[in-house]
């Protein structure tokens, strides 16, 4: 590597690397996932949870062994290409980075959505894309600040929207109702209630795309995603059972985590719940634009994008220039009113690069002489959840996939020309 490069320090220990996977899988789904389990399974809703969580390990598994293995920024894009060849980690980065930018525009979307609950002034035709603008715009500004201001911030955000889901927990030990009899449901719809629990966990894997900032990313990476994982399965089981003791009559309604709350703790824990919801979406949204630029940089650094993508602000320390165009792109994006029919390709992207990470763990292994049969079982098990949610997308969506492919290989013949600045040797 060019001794006179400036690279991005490592500042990040491990409660705030957690706070990448954490933000990740807790977005706007958990205020709205209790009442839909609970109306599908009932009484079963908080053991279907641990059941899901249990069923997620794997892949989350998968990508803790393979975090163990690289200490740079990229993620998928340096199992991708250890495994597979430059090609395959280049698609996998591309499609990536292409669809999160669509799908932060739509967070932010939905992000002021909620607020307008708040602030009707802004759900007018004008107001709404402009708070859009504003909000991803302090996310790029806060960003470019620093790494040490965006894990701040983050955190911050993190309590805000962790503290009313707290107080619900607390009301839920003296409200009278409880869980009573917990039987088996009959399942009428298999495939909902599966993907329910399987969504509920995606997006844990953002933190593998900024590990070059993380202290010790061998270490806390992969601790990191099987904590956080644990965790958010026993706070969404915590959750659901506080819904099911104060309110069950509120399951299937639009905003029935709120009712529950006003029901228990009056408008004002209605309110709180309104707002943690607006700092959950805006929260997983600011851990996103976070982590994708330093996906675009570690590309840059294996010489897959130009090295401009690769500057790093010599007071700042932080890739400006990937972190700019992230936050420009994102706000053209929020912009445009037909940005939602790129976003829904968001989840299938990130089901590729499952199978690509998981995939590319027995590979490395086999070069190495031998496969460990607990790993095999994992990766196994990981791919055939990921190919079967795949499989449950809508044709559009794989058709928005198919031209992030094809966009992606004519960039990899005219971008991916330079050499790479470190052997992946490390893998």
Known sequence: MDAT????????????????????????????????????????????????????????LCYAWMASRFEHSGGSVLYGEAAFGRFVGFQAGWARYASAIVTAAANMHVMVAYLAALFPGLAGPVAAPVAVAIGLALITLVNLYGMRASVGTLGVMTAIKLLPLGALIVAALFADGGLGAVA????????????LTFYAFIGFEGVVEAAGEFKDPKRDVPLSIVTMVSGVTLLYMAIIWAFIAIGPQFAGETNALAGVAEASMGQLGSLAIVVAASFSIGANNFASGVAQPRLMYGMAERGMLPRWFEYVHPRLLTPFNAILFYGVVSILFGLWEGFEVLAIA???????????????????????????????????FAVASSLYIALQAQAQAWLVLAGFVAAGTLLYFIAARQPPEYPLDEA
């Open 5 to 60: 490069k400036i690279a991005p320090p490592r500042t990040v220990g491990f409660w705030g690397t957690s706070l990448f996977p954490l933000n990740g899988m807790i977005g706007a789904g958990i205020f709205a996932l209790p009442a839909v389990l609970v109306a599908a399974v009932g009484s079963f809703a908080p053991w279907m949870m641990l059941i899901g969580g249990i069923l997620f390990l794997p892949l989350a």
């Open 184 to 195: 088996l449901p009959q399942f009428s719809a298999v495939e909902s209630v599966v993907l």
């Open 346 to 380: 968001g989840t299938l992207v990130r089901l590729v690069t499952y199978v690509v990470t998981s995939c590319a763990l027995p590979v490395l292994e086999h070069r190495e002489g031998r496969i460990n049969p607990w790993h095999l079982a994992c990766v196994v």
